[in-house]
Every structure is written in C-alpha cells, then in structure tokens.
C-alpha cells in the first residue's frame, strides 16, 4: 500500500464508519468512495459456505483434553454432531410405532404409512465425507419427522394418554400397546416417552435439539455424580414436566446412558492421541473473569505442543 | 453468534459434549482463521489449532457469557499469532501471496465456492496489508465481530484508539481501492 495516496478519499464520518465496522449499513447510505470499502469487509466477514474439513481433527483434540466418556459419545461422534442420531432414534421409533398402530389398530392411513416409510428411507447416512450435505438432510429429515410421523405416534400416545389415571393404555389393544412400550423402553416409560413425542411435535427441531443436547449434559453430570449447569436444569425440569421425571424424559429422548462404564478403556472410532503436555498458559480472559491468569500482553509463551491432527 | 442458547451449549462442551463443542467450534473458528490469516497469514492454520488446544483446556475454568467468550478466545488467538510472529522473525519467511491462501471450496457449488473464496482471499490480503495495528483492530472489529471496548481490552488500547486506528484502516483500504480502479 502506497504511503502518498494520489487519490485523495476523503475521511469518513465517525458514525458511518462504526457502522461500517458493524456491517450495519446499507450499500446506498455509504459514500461512494467507501463501497468497495464496505464490499471488501463483508467479503472478510462472511461465514465460509462449507463445513471446515479439519472439524474431525478439531473433535479429536478436545476429546484429548477432556475426560473419558461414555462410548456412545466416542463412537458416533459425526452423527452426535449432525444431530442425525437423535433424528434417525426418534424418526424410527415413531415410524416402527406408526406402523405398529396401522398393523396393529387400523388407525393409520396407507398414505400415512407410506409416509413413514419414506422418512425412515430419507435418514441420513453419516458420511465422514460429505457431512455437508448429511447435514442439510439431517434437518430436511428433522423437519420431516415433526410433521410426518409424529401423528401415527402421537396417536398413539394421544390414546394412551387418553384414558383417565389409571386407565392408560385401555383403549389400545395389547399389541399397539407392547409396541409402543418397546419403543419407549418399557411399559412405565411410556409416559416420559409420549411427552417427547409431543415435545418433539410442537417444538421447532432447533428447540429439540436443544433440549437433546441439556439431556446429554444432564445425563454427563449425573453419570459423574455433579450437580447440571441452573440453566440445563431449568430447561429439562419445564421439558419433562418436573425434576423427576428428567431421567426417564432424556432416557427416551436420547437414549439411555451407558451404566458401569465398562468399555471405556476402548478405542475411540479415530486414533487416540497423547494427553497435550501442560502448557505454561493458563486461559486468558481478561474481560471475563477466571480464567484470569494473563500472558502480559505479548509475553512470551512456549511453543504448543504437537496438536493432534488426523 | 450462537444468542441464547450459549450457556447450554457451554456447560454440555464443559461436560465432554462434542455435540456441544462441535457448535462452538463451528461458530467461531471460522472467524479465527480469517483473523489468524490477516496477522499471522503463513502460519494461520497451524495457530488456530494451538488456540482450540488451549480453549480447550481452558473450557472448565473460563466464566462469562459469548461476549465474553469469543473475546477470551481471540485473546488467545492474538498471543498465539504474536507467538508465531516471533518465530517466523526468526527463521524469515514472510508474507504469503494471497492467491496462496488457503480457502476451501464448498462440495455443493465449487463455482460460487470458488468465487466466495476467491473474494475473502482478496479482503483478506488486502486488510492485512494495512499497517500492522489497523489491520489488527478492524480485523477485530469486522472479522471477530467484537466491538471498539472489547478490542481495546484484546491488544490493550483505549477504545478510542481502537476507532481512530480502525477508522484510519478503512480510510486507507478506501484509498488504495480507489487507486486500483482509478488507474
């Protein structure tokens, strides 16, 4: 860049140039001389289009520094990561079910049926490879499941939560009745598992997600014997509808959490890596709090040790 | 951003979550490559991995909301990449032709990804060769997403340096655009 400009630009509104900083401004509202200003920082700003490929490497590396898990989270972990698993547990149990009612009720229509065939055929196939796109189907398959297949089961579960107190499954025969307990894990989950199904049905994918992912947190906590993060608590108590019920509620959102642990000394799917060797650096917030112990602006600092990268 | 749903995804990354972190890392790295790339750009890449080790070790002991959090890691990211600097000062090997830099294309659309890419190398070349502190604060400001009180806490500057510096690097980008098409 020159030092002596021959083209003079003329300086720039302190406000007009916050907001260009911002990328609060529209194209029209900048001074002619500034356009290519602001188009050259919102090309500098703009979110990469693609899902990063070295993601694989970067999920290593925090499982490097974090403490073992149950294997669940080890062993998948793209489809942890796209969601897809969740999706495809819930898009199957509500379709196995949906189909359980048909066979088993006559309640569903071929068409609807058909539907849930289909949607179990859309599930994603987690490709190492191309999560990119698994991703975009994982929620085109998310979006599905909330109003496709939920009304066999949410039938299902609207007959089941029909009859009064005791009376609970009474107007589904045995059969309709043994399935929908298979899916939910048993004949006293049936409940926790209904209310995920018609959590699932109303709430927007991204909310149930959400709500996947506090159980996961939840069920981390519980299994390392910690009190959960206020917020996850709150969250999971409203969800399942009181702090008892969360185990059963995450259980059939999410899947039970593996007990005893007894795999945990097995390989993860992608080699393992060293512990890194303690760094000298401890976190630097300075705005916020611990972690507090500041390099100094510019101190010196080790090297990093090698990062796992694969 | 991530917006309300932070603290969640926090405390699951905090738990061992990869679903958790897989969110953070997504919403962030992205801006930390491209700041990485404007001061640090031969060794952006390599950096950026040194920063998520260190977050990561980090997770448990940091305490703040994502205001607080990407400035707690583009602090990081500042004294990795003046780690790396200083290394590169060492062994000279300096700036990176931009068409070099690496950007990768999208698999659904390599034509637009290629011109997505192609457009960011060229903001970001012609960003990080502002002189050194302007283009460090408006990386801050437009990359990092982080406003003139938070940049000024990351390279410690008063935030009214913060904006004379960014605005003198918009000025200057002004010029030399001006330049290159007014030829």
């Given at each position: 860049m020159r030092r002596h400009p021959r083209i003079p630009v003329p300086p720039l509104d302190p406000v007009m140039a916050e907001r260009l900083l911002d990328g609060t401004v529209h194209e029209d509202d900048v001074p002619p001389e500034y356009r290519d200003v602001l188009r050259v920082l919102a090309s500098a700003a703009a979110s990469p289009s693609t899902v990063p490929p070295d993601e694989a490497a970067a999920l290593a590396m925090f499982r490097s520094t974090r403490r073992p898990v149950d294997s669940r989270r080890r062993t998948s972990v793209l489809s942890?990561?796209?969601?897809?698993?969740?999706?495809?547990?819930?898009?199957?149990g509500t379709a196995a079910v949906g189909t359980a009612a048909a066979a088993a009720t006559g309640t569903l229509p071929d068409a609807a049926q058909a539907k849930a065939h289909n949607i179990v055929a859309a599930v994603p196939d987690v490709d190492p490879a191309g999560h990119g796109a698994a991703e975009a189907h994982a929620s085109q398959a998310g979006g599905a499941s909330d109003h496709k297949t939920l009304p066999g089961v949410a039938g299902l579960c609207q007959a089941y939560g029909s009859g009064s107190g005791g009376d609970n499954g009474k107007r589904l025969d045995s059969t309709a009745f043994g399935r929908l307990a298979d899916a939910a894990g048993g004949k006293d989950k049936i409940a926790a598992y209904c209310k995920t199904v018609t959590a699932s049905g109303s709430a927007a994918t991204a909310d149930r997600n959400a709500v996947a992912g506090a159980c996961r947190s939840w069920q981390a906590a519980d299994k390392a014997a910690r009190t959960p993060a206020a917020a996850v608590l709150d969250r999971l108590t409203k969800a399942a509808g009181g702090a008892d019920a969360i185990p059963s509620f995450c259980a059939a959102l999410v899947g039970e959490r593996k007990g005893g642990g007894g795999d945990a000394g097995r390989p993860s799917a992608t080699p393992s890596h060293p512990?890194?060797?303690?760094?000298?650096?401890?976190?630097?917030?300075?705005?916020t709090g611990p972690p507090t112990d500041d390099h100094g602006q510019g101190s010196p600092s080790h090297p990093a040790p090698p990062t796992p990268r694969d | 951003m991530i917006g309300p749903g932070f603290g969640e995804i926090l405390a699951g990354a905090r738990d061992g979550d990869e679903h958790a972190f897989a969110v953070l890392w997504r919403d962030i790295n992205p801006a930390v490559l491209r700041y990485l790339r404007v001061v640090a750009p031969a060794t952006a890449e390599d950096t950026a991995a040194d920063v998520w080790l260190e977050v990561c070790q980090g997770l448990d002991r940091f305490r703040g909301d994502e205001a607080g959090f990407r400035s707690w890691i583009f602090t990081v990211a500042r004294m990795r990449a003046i780690d790396a600097a200083r290394q590169a000062a060492r062994r000279p090997v300096r700036t990176v032709p931009p068409d070099q830099l690496p950007e990768r294309p999208a698999a659904d659309d390599p034509a637009a990804a290629a011109v997505e890419a192609q457009a960011t190398r060229e903001a970001l070349a012609l960003i990080a060769a502002l002189p050194p502190d302007q283009a460090e604060v408006v990386a801050l400001r437009v990359i990092a997403g982080l406003d003139a009180a938070q940049v000024g806490e990351i390279v410690g500057k008063r935030s009214g340096t913060v904006r004379v510096l960014a605005h003198r690097g918009l000025r200057r980008l002004a010029q030399h655009l001006a330049e290159r098409t007014g030829v």
């Amino acid at each position: 860049m020159r030092r002596h400009p021959r083209i003079p630009v003329p300086p720039l509104d302190p406000v007009m140039a916050e907001r260009l900083l911002d990328g609060t401004v529209h194209e029209d509202d900048v001074p002619p001389e500034y356009r290519d200003v602001l188009r050259v920082l919102a090309s500098a700003a703009a979110s990469p289009s693609t899902v990063p490929p070295d993601e694989a490497a970067a999920l290593a590396m925090f499982r490097s520094t974090r403490r073992p898990v149950d294997s669940r989270r080890r062993t998948s972990v793209l489809s942890k990561l796209l969601g897809a698993k969740a999706v495809a547990a819930i898009v199957l149990g509500t379709a196995a079910v949906g189909t359980a009612a048909a066979a088993a009720t006559g309640t569903l229509p071929d068409a609807a049926q058909a539907k849930a065939h289909n949607i179990v055929a859309a599930v994603p196939d987690v490709d190492p490879a191309g999560h990119g796109a698994a991703e975009a189907h994982a929620s085109q398959a998310g979006g599905a499941s909330d109003h496709k297949t939920l009304p066999g089961v949410a039938g299902l579960c609207q007959a089941y939560g029909s009859g009064s107190g005791g009376d609970n499954g009474k107007r589904l025969d045995s059969t309709a009745f043994g399935r929908l307990a298979d899916a939910a894990g048993g004949k006293d989950k049936i409940a926790a598992y209904c209310k995920t199904v018609t959590a699932s049905g109303s709430a927007a994918t991204a909310d149930r997600n959400a709500v996947a992912g506090a159980c996961r947190s939840w069920q981390a906590a519980d299994k390392a014997a910690r009190t959960p993060a206020a917020a996850v608590l709150d969250r999971l108590t409203k969800a399942a509808g009181g702090a008892d019920a969360i185990p059963s509620f995450c259980a059939a959102l999410v899947g039970e959490r593996k007990g005893g642990g007894g795999d945990a000394g097995r390989p993860s799917a992608t080699p393992s890596h060293p512990a890194p060797s303690p760094r000298d650096g401890e976190p630097t917030a300075r705005p916020t709090g611990p972690p507090t112990d500041d390099h100094g602006q510019g101190s010196p600092s080790h090297p990093a040790p090698p990062t796992p990268r694969d | 951003m991530i917006g309300p749903g932070f603290g969640e995804i926090l405390a699951g990354a905090r738990d061992g979550d990869e679903h958790a972190f897989a969110v953070l890392w997504r919403d962030i790295n992205p801006a930390v490559l491209r700041y990485l790339r404007v001061v640090a750009p031969a060794t952006a890449e390599d950096t950026a991995a040194d920063v998520w080790l260190e977050v990561c070790q980090g997770l448990d002991r940091f305490r703040g909301d994502e205001a607080g959090f990407r400035s707690w890691i583009f602090t990081v990211a500042r004294m990795r990449a003046i780690d790396a600097a200083r290394q590169a000062a060492r062994r000279p090997v300096r700036t990176v032709p931009p068409d070099q830099l690496p950007e990768r294309p999208a698999a659904d659309d390599p034509a637009a990804a290629a011109v997505e890419a192609q457009a960011t190398r060229e903001a970001l070349a012609l960003i990080a060769a502002l002189p050194p502190d302007q283009a460090e604060v408006v990386a801050l400001r437009v990359i990092a997403g982080l406003d003139a009180a938070q940049v000024g806490e990351i390279v410690g500057k008063r935030s009214g340096t913060v904006r004379v510096l960014a605005h003198r690097g918009l000025r200057r980008l002004a010029q030399h655009l001006a330049e290159r098409t007014g030829v």
